[in-house]
């Protein structure tokens, strides 16, 4: 019994077979290699310089003519009255320091309220900054707590200038970051 391929099965491989064949036809013979080329063939050579001829050396040099340039107009014109001297000038003395005023703060309106209860609430935040801080004096502390105690007597000494200056709100506001920074230091201990 012989079994034959149906034309539809025929039909189904017909694109598969010719893929192959281009495939095959394009990718060349499979036992000969391309030809590779050789740099070691190639060389670099110096260009070819003819010998000189002894007559013409022992001869003189010939004798070019130069050719005449034609003149330019003069772009850059020479100054007809002489430099202005040069005076260097004395500045003027500072004055000292005591002389200086601190600069004016800007400091925003505030009812009497706000302002009594702002300096209220300074005192206390530096009192109690200032109370943590004695937990701490005395003690081996490492560089974090050393860290966070200068950091509350930098805040410390802003907010008490800020008194004195009578900016009761910047007061309260460093003050307040005083207290935060010792309660965070007490409770490190």
């Given at each position: ?31 000969k ?16 310089v003819p ?21 330019f ?73 050393q ?43």
């Open positions: 019994m012989t079994i034959r391929p149906t034309f539809g099965s025929l039909k189904s491989k017909l694109p598969l077979g010719l893929l192959c064949v281009c495939a095959l036809a394009t990718a060349g013979c499979f036992t290699k391309p030809p590779t080329s050789h740099l070691a063939a190639i060389r670099l050579g110096a260009p070819l010998a000189p001829n002894p007559d013409q050396l022992a001869a003189e040099p010939p004798d070019i003519p130069l050719e005449e340039t034609p003149s107009p003069q772009l850059v014109f020479g100054r007809s009255a002489p430099s202005r001297p040069r005076v260097v000038s004395v500045p003027a003395p500072e004055p000292s320091r005591a002389d200086k005023s601190k600069e004016p703060t800007i400091v925003p309106e505030v009812t009497t309220e706000e302002m009594i209860a702002a300096k209220n609430e300074s005192e206390l935040s530096l009192n109690i900054a200032d109370r943590n801080l004695s937990l701490a004096s005395g003690r081996a502390l490492n560089t974090m707590q860290d966070l105690v200068s950091k509350v007597h930098g805040f410390s000494d802003s907010a008490r200038e800020a008194m004195k200056a009578g900016d009761w709100p910047r007061a309260k506001t460093l003050s307040k970051k005083a207290e935060v920074l010792s309660a965070q230091l007490a409770s490190s201990l």
